[in-house]
């Protein structure tokens, strides 16, 4: 079975963005972002909430066409419509089974692509198997929270941790549900 990973810069008191969808602060190059972008030829599926799409927006990204090249995109969105949209981007309600179904499938491991409050549905239905963090030495104290306003507790099994230049740590967590 295919594992949902979580693979999220966040600052140290947990927000993936601040006030306003700014990445102010976080750091954008070096070798630990080197790392991030080689670590995602590992997958073949991303998954993300409509804000998290169209936040590409602002990079560069066109409506309709795949934010990751050589993957499959499911943008989970009630409202997003596109008038051309490439092959390789699909929109689909949430719905559970459909995300139980897609870990069924073969392939390689799906990249759960930001969106604290769709992390934060995943988490609550036991979906996320591993959490990657790109920690961020910042603190924002406001913003988007790493799971959105999910509230169970789940303990964590520490995989591996990496240190990069300018504090950047990459840190890896298997949820223990």
Not at 35 to 63: A, C, Q, S
Not at 95 to 120: H, P, T, W
Request: aromatic share 14%; with cysteine; glycine share 10%.
């Amino acid at each position: 079975m295919r594992k949902i990973v979580y693979y999220v810069a966040t600052s140290i008191d947990g927000f993936i963005s601040g006030p306003n969808d700014s990445i102010e602060g976080f750091i954008l190059e070096g070798k630990g972002v080197e790392k991030y972008f080689d670590d995602l030829n590992d997958f073949d599926t991303v998954i993300m909430g409509r804000h998290t799409y169209e936040f590409g927006y602002k990079f560069g990204l066109k409506p309709g066409q795949p934010a990751y090249k050589g993957m499959k995109h499911y943008i989970f969105s009630n409202q997003l419509e596109f008038e051309e949209r490439s092959d390789s981007v699909e929109i689909v309600k949430r719905d559970i089974s459909f995300v139980r179904k897609l870990k069924e499938e073969e392939g390689a491991d799906i990249y759960l692509c930001g969106g604290g409050q769709f992390a934060g549905w995943l988490l609550e239905n036991e979906l996320i198997d591993i959490v990657k963090i790109k920690l961020n030495p910042l603190i924002l104290n406001k913003g988007v929270p790493l799971f959105g306003d999910a509230n169970k507790s789940y303990a964590l099994e520490l995989i591996e941790s990496n240190l990069y230049d300018q504090g950047l740590q990459i840190i890896t967590y298997r949820i223990k549900y």
